[in-house]
């Protein structure tokens, strides 16, 4: 059984870190497809990042580029995000995805696998 557990959220002023993580059990590590999405009230679900975690190919969402770094530990089987330079527009609620190989990985109807989420909130 997949099992997705996300930790890390908070809430940080403008310009602060976070680093979120996704501990991951119920399948091996390296043969998933994962992918970290956000939802902000009123908002559908938009794809973050996306790792393809046999090759290593990331994906990102153009609004992150060059502030989030998506990256995997697979002897942990657990998967990061590092969000630097953060903005109010990033205030959402975070979540981890995974499944068996994605195509277009940042589009959530891929994934059937989610964890319960994990807030992030960017005020001053």
């Known amino acids: 059984q997949v099992q997705l557990v996300e930790s890390g959220g908070g809430s940080v002023q403008p310009g602060g870190s976070l680093r979120l993580s996704c501990a991951a059990s119920?399948?091996?590590?390296?043969?998933?497809?994962m992918g970290w999405f956000r939802q902000a009230p009123g908002k559908e679900r938009e794809g973050v990042a996306g790792?393809?975690?046999?090759?290593?190919?990331?994906y990102y969402a153009d609004s992150v580029k060059g502030r989030f770094t998506i990256s995997q530990d697979n002897a942990k089987n657990t998967l990061y995000l590092q969000m630097n330079n953060l903005k109010p527009e990033d205030t959402a609620m975070y979540y981890c995805?995974?499944?068996?190989?994605?195509?277009?990985?940042?589009?959530?109807?891929?994934?059937?696998?989610w964890g319960q989420g994990t807030q992030v909130t960017v005020s001053s």
């Open positions: 119920g399948f091996t590590a390296g043969t998933y497809t």
């Open positions: 995805a995974a499944d068996r190989r994605v195509w277009a990985p940042l589009l959530p109807s891929r994934y059937n696998f």
């Open positions: 790792i393809y975690t046999d090759s290593g190919s990331i």
